[in-house]
């Protein structure tokens, strides 16, 4: 079964960077990164398909970076420029066959545990 453990969440102020990691316990197709508040639905952030092509959902366009290390089955968001309205848990997704899809949960079958991530003053 495979593993995905994140890292990298926390308090930053606003402006403030963070970057998050994911480590996966083997070999993946597309993974991405959501995020979710209490009571409200798992939300699209960003995926990479394992050859490098990037998606981003416009809030954050500009904002993170998601890159990717095959070598070592690892995903990364770099996010600059946070906002308050980034507070959340964020989680990290990976398919286990290669799919068009990339935004919807259901189209993801690992998932991490969650990091909490707060920007606050």
């Known amino acids: 079964q495979m593993k995905l453990v994140e890292s990298g969440g926390g308090l930053v102020q606003p402006g403030g960077s963070l970057r998050l990691s994911c480590a996966a316990s083997?070999?993946?197709?597309?993974m991405g990164w959501f995020r979710q508040a209490p009571g409200k639905d798992r939300e699209f952030v960003a995926a990479?398909?394992?050859?490098?092509?990037?998606y981003y959902a416009d809030s954050v366009k500009g904002r993170f970076t998601i890159s990717r290390d095959n070598a070592k089955n690892t995903v990364y968001l770099q996010m600059n420029s946070l906002k308050p309205e980034d507070t959340d848990i964020y989680y990290c997704?990976?398919?286990?066959?290669?799919?068009?899809?990339?935004?919807?949960?259901?189209?993801?079958?690992?998932w991490g545990q969650g990091t909490q991530v707060t920007v606050s003053s």
């Open positions: 990479i398909r394992y050859g490098g092509s990037t």
């Open positions: 997704a990976a398919q286990s066959v290669q799919t068009f899809a990339t935004v919807s949960t259901a189209s993801y079958d690992y």
């Open positions: 083997g070999r993946t197709f597309t």
